[in-house]
């Protein structure tokens, strides 16, 4: 597996990956994936199996507050999960945001994503007190908008 970031040439095939993701993960624009291989490339790695992309996290460092890095999109091929690549691609965005100064990791996830649950967990991410609890997971109402409740998990660096 190779870890590097975004480039432009990855544009499509991350669309393609991203549409694996439902019901939690759907593609974006391409042209807010333009803006992630120019912009905030060394944030957001793809890995890359026998020339296929098989994983993506695209992530930001926050211009609001820059201790902190989100991560936007998280997303392993169907036919590769549980097989380390979110793992070795997380700890690309670790090192990267350790290198520029941040100090700490978060994202959320919707309350039923068990397997996003269980992946932030097993890495050591704490799942932030929230105002009501799904299956064991404590979720924040209405963190993202009306109706869009969301659990929260960071790591600190
Ligand atoms: C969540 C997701 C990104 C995990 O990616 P992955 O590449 O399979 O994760 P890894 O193989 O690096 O696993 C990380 C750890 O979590 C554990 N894990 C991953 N999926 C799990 C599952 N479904 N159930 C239990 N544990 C799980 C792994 O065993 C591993 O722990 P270990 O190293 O102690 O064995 C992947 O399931 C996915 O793409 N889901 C669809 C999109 C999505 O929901 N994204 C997250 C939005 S927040």
Same mark, same amino acid.
């Given at each position: 597996?190779?870890?590097?970031?975004?480039?432009?040439?990855?544009?499509?095939?991350?669309?393609? &990956?991203?549409? %694996?993701?439902?019901?939690?993960?759907?593609?974006?624009?391409?042209? $807010?994936?333009?803006? @992630?291989?120019? &912009?905030?490339?060394?944030? @957001?790695?793809?890995a %890359?199996?026998? +020339?296929?992309?098989?994983?993506?996290?695209?992530?930001?460092?926050?211009?609001?507050?820059? $201790?902190?890095?989100?991560?936007?999109?998280?997303i392993?091929?169907?036919?590769?999960?549980r097989?380390?690549?979110?793992?070795?691609l997380?700890?690309?965005?670790?090192?990267?945001?350790q290198?520029? +100064? *941040?100090?700490r &990791?978060?994202?959320?996830?919707?309350?039923?994503?068990? *397997?996003?649950?269980?992946?932030?967990?097993?890495?050591?991410?704490?799942?932030?007190?929230?105002?009501?609890?799904t299956?064991?997971?404590a979720?924040?109402?209405?963190?993202k908008?009306?109706?869009?409740?969301?659990?929260?998990?960071?790591?600190? &660096?």
């Amino acid at each position: 597996m190779k870890i590097r970031p975004l480039a432009q040439q990855d544009i499509d095939d991350v669309m393609e &990956l991203m549409a %694996h993701g439902a019901p939690y993960v759907r593609p974006r624009t391409a042209s $807010d994936y333009w803006l @992630c291989a120019n &912009l905030f490339s060394t944030t @957001c790695p793809v890995a %890359h199996h026998d +020339g296929q992309l098989i994983g993506a996290i695209i992530a930001f460092r926050s211009q609001d507050n820059p $201790d902190d890095v989100y991560l936007q999109d998280v997303i392993t091929h169907p036919d590769h999960r549980r097989a380390g690549v979110i793992t070795a691609l997380l700890t690309a965005v670790r090192e990267r945001s350790q290198l520029v +100064g *941040a100090r700490r &990791l978060y994202l959320t996830s919707e309350p039923d994503n068990a *397997a996003a649950h269980a992946t932030w967990a097993r890495r050591g991410f704490t799942n932030l007190p929230g105002d009501q609890t799904t299956n064991g997971v404590a979720v924040t109402s209405h963190y993202k908008g009306p109706g869009k409740h969301r659990a929260i998990y960071q790591l600190h &660096l």
